[in-house]
DNA sequence: GCAAGAAGTGAATGGCGATTCACAAAAAAA
DNA sequence: TTTTTTTGTGAATCGCCATTCACTTCTTGC
């Protein structure tokens, strides 16, 4: 009668729709947005371009999840550091060098995912990301105002420069052919300039 | 022989001209760039779609044409700021106020001018705004280093920085359908941010 | 093995709006 | 006024891709 997915199936299954989402993925990551129509990452994932519509209602939707995760896994690593130890200096420190650092290695996707003109569900999720990323800081300004380490401030402001000044700065060397050099100088630039402007003492 | 506008004909054209420039302007400021076809444009400056072709090579000219000149027009009032007479302190204050109002007055132009997708060439005239607000900042931080206002640091990433710290606690309450209270709250934020980030004693 | 249902195919469709173009109206030269 | 050149018109074209769909191929249940 009705019909049953075999495990096996359910498998095949899940692993396509992981496949799609790497294939998408990595087309961005190799030329952006533009590069990646439905046609290229079908063909990429080893698929036909009627076959995304079996596991993605639209591109927009499939573009979503894909910087939606991205932005999920950028966002547990932050995490981990916010936990971790340390002075509240010294973990905001960690949090903008390695987003920094992580953003310079993959230029390509992160100008993609921070920058480059999409459509509107997909620039929708990227402001949500970027809200999301915002948090993250206004957990470490507010722990750092409590533990008198910063002064008293506007948080959500606070949080939103933060993330505004370090992808502003990153955006110029991330954009397709920019020159990339100085990286370490860079880093430390923009690091400097966040703790400054939370009032961490020296460093 | 040879055909010669006379200065009339001279005189409609050029009218036309900033007539067109003016009606895609307005456009974008009412509903962004998808609300501003070259059809909407053309009806809207009294002259038919294929008319504009006799002024601009193409939409993304026409509209590189409009993101420049106000982003130029911009660039000449914090000019003015900087030229002017106080401490860098005050200028830097005043710099970052102006543009933080005058987006916040406007706020769908601005987040079009800032934040909306567009077409690449469109992008790229932005990002070539992004960098001129930059120098603008750059200067006052170099004459602020060297009055020794501000502490010796990196000019071009906090040149960078400022403006990414502005532009994103900015884009939030201007993006569309976004509330807007705290006006002068979110200035003061934002200044007192930026200041903080230079160095700049106090305030 | 066989019917019924599900997944996969890829060429055709569809929509959208920029751009073109054959033609008309207006302006300058003759 | 007639001719030539420029400017203006707006419907038709065109390009681009996402999306669909009639059909094939595979899975499942019997």
Redesign the pocket.
Known sequence: ??????F??EE??AD?RQRILKAARALVAEGGF?HA???AV?SSA??????I???FP???ALFVEVLTSAIDHEIAILQQIVKGEGDVTARLRACVESFANRALEGPYLAYAFIAEPAEQEVDEARLLGRIRFGEVFKSLLIEGVEKREFPAQSIDIGAACIVGAFTEALIRPIAPRAKRDGRAELVEGIVAFCLRAVGAKIS
């Open positions: 009668m009705s019909y049953k997915r075999s096996l199936m095949r299954l396509n533009n129509s439905i046609a079908a080893g698929l036909s371009a009627g076959a519509y079996r596991y639209s591109k927009s």
